[in-house]
């Protein structure tokens, strides 16, 4: 599928028509009395109509059959996808996952909504006022199935093995240290490759934006032609067996059947929209003089909540960058924070932890749990010649950061089986180095 075209841009007014059907998008209007082809005109907002027009979002959908034609849905078995925060006792410890198990196709076959596994959150979908945060685990590819996030927006992380994305706006690759957004509503299906894992972050009542860039000016972190949109592709294809659309809604799932494939779309034009970004374009903003700039600079996208400055949810990475900071003990410092951390690896060693902490697995530094570098990072980084060097080459860390007091779930704690429960001795071998004695050296 190496030859997938997209669009270039973030938040666009985009138009796209498959070109089998040439002429296929109306022309004037949204809703004309008969649409070109015979096709149904459909509108799928991801906004209030009256929303400032800087945040109104909405797309228009011209397909064979509106979406409207499917049986009742009922009620389908949740797996570990829950949104029930208060199932176990609350943790403030801080938590370390060593890499969730990837189901082997042999003994048996998930797909990504099977796989799709709730490790922590906060909030409420009734409310549209939270976040989740997920794994998904899978080897087999969705067949005759799509899903459909009436709760919110995913934000889907790959770390091993890639992913095709077949939406009603056209298809996507998304790859290992690649990200996508698909956003409240659509449609989506996903085929794998063999053994497949990542991370999701779900927002509940926003959509993810790029974050203000203030003094750095109009340049900088994730540029927005680096965004990618999916072109229109249809598919007209009657399922004699059903096809099955699942819709997660207030934290549940539902399942209706419909006799043709969702996927029917034969021209859109809007600005709701799903996308995709290489995080390898993210031009990366750092000192270059001494201390650290704090790890908002890191930010590719923010789910802003209603209080200014404050997000329900950032998305940062620390990709590979130089260091160049004198003076400074460069690694991370430690830290108290007001907001709740959470730490995955696509890739690589992260650099105040170059042990235990390994890719597809994952760390939570909860509000106001102290966190930082383990003894070996400090005794050496203490010490070290301060000279340029790479930072964290070949690698990709990225934090899912929410102001939200996340509740980790059973299948997180227990469950999973994968909860690292030595975590803590990290920072076990930290000495006092404090010496009343020291003066100032004279100059």
């Known amino acids: 599928m190496s030859g997938l075209k997209y669009l270039s841009g973030f938040g666009n007014e985009f138009s796209s028509e498959d070109p089998r059907c040439p002429g296929s998008l109306p022309e004037g209007q949204n809703n004309p009395q008969v649409c070109p082809y015979g096709l149904y005109?459909?509108?799928?907002?991801?906004?209030?109509?009256?929303?400032?027009?800087?945040?109104?979002?909405?797309?228009?959908?011209?397909?064979?059959?509106?979406?409207?034609?499917?049986?009742?849905y009922t009620a389908m078995h949740c797996g570990n996808l829950t949104e029930k925060w208060d199932e176990v006792e609350p943790d403030p410890n801080q938590l370390r996952w060593m890499p969730f198990t990837i189901p082997k196709s042999s003994e048996k076959k998930v797909d990504f909504v099977t796989g799709l596994h709730t490790l922590c959150g906060a909030g409420d979908t009734k409310s549209r006022n939270g976040i989740g945060i997920h794994m998904f685990t899978c080897n087999t590819s969705m067949v005759d199935r799509c899903f459909n996030n009436s709760d919110g927006d995913f934000l889907i992380v790959p770390q091993h093995g890639e992913i095709l994305i077949t939406t009603e706006f056209g298809k996507m690759m998304v790859e290992p240290n690649e990200i996508c957004v698909i956003q409240q509503g659509m449609r989506f299906s996903v085929d794998v490759f063999g053994e497949t894992r990542g991370y999701v972050l779900e927002v509940y009542g926003a959509h993810f934006e790029l974050p203000d860039l203030g003094p750095i000016g109009a340049n900088g972190l994730a540029n927005p032609r680096d965004f990618l949109t999916p072109v229109a592709w249809y598919e007209d294809r009657e399922v004699a067996t059903g096809y099955t659309v699942i819709n997660k809604y207030q934290g549940k799932l539902f399942s209706s059947q419909q006799s043709f494939s969702p996927f029917n779309v034969v021209a859109w034009h809007g600005n709701y929209t799903p996308y995709k970004y290489n995080l390898e374009n993210f031009m990366v903003i750092n000192c270059v003089a001494f201390d650290h700039a704090d790890p908002s600079i890191f930010t590719v996208l923010t789910a802003k909540s209603t209080r200014p400055g404050v997000a329900m949810a950032d998305f940062v990475i620390f990709p590979p960058r130089w260091g160049v900071a004198d003076?400074?003990?460069?690694?991370?410092?430690?830290?108290?924070?007001?907001?709740?951390e959470f730490m995955g690896l696509i890739k690589g060693h992260y650099e105040a932890k170059k042990e235990g902490f390994q890719p597809g697995g994952g760390t939570l530094h909860s509000m106001m749990?102290?966190?930082?570098?383990?003894?070996?990072?400090?005794?050496?980084?203490?010490?070290?010649?301060?000279k340029p060097e790479r930072v964290a080459e070949g690698t990709m860390a990225f934090m899912f950061e929410s102001s939200f007091s996340m509740a980790v779930t059973k299948w997180g704690l227990e469950t999973c089986q994968k909860l690292d429960k030595s975590y803590y001795q990290c920072w076990e071998p930290l000495r006092k180095h404090f010496d009343p004695n020291w003066r100032p050296s004279k100059q």
Not at 51 to 61: A, F, I
Not at 327 to 340: A, D, L
Not at 369 to 386: I, Q, W
Request: proline share 12%; glycine share 4%; net charge positive.
């Open 41 to 72: 005109a459909e509108q799928l907002s991801g906004s209030a109509f009256t929303c400032p027009r800087p945040t109104n979002k909405r797309s228009w959908l011209y397909r064979i059959l509106p979406s409207v034609r499917h049986k009742p």
């Open 327 to 340: 003076h400074t003990f460069r690694p991370p410092y430690y830290h108290r924070n007001c907001m709740s």
């Open 369 to 386: 749990t102290p966190h930082g570098p383990d003894r070996d990072c400090f005794e050496k980084s203490s010490t070290a010649l301060l």
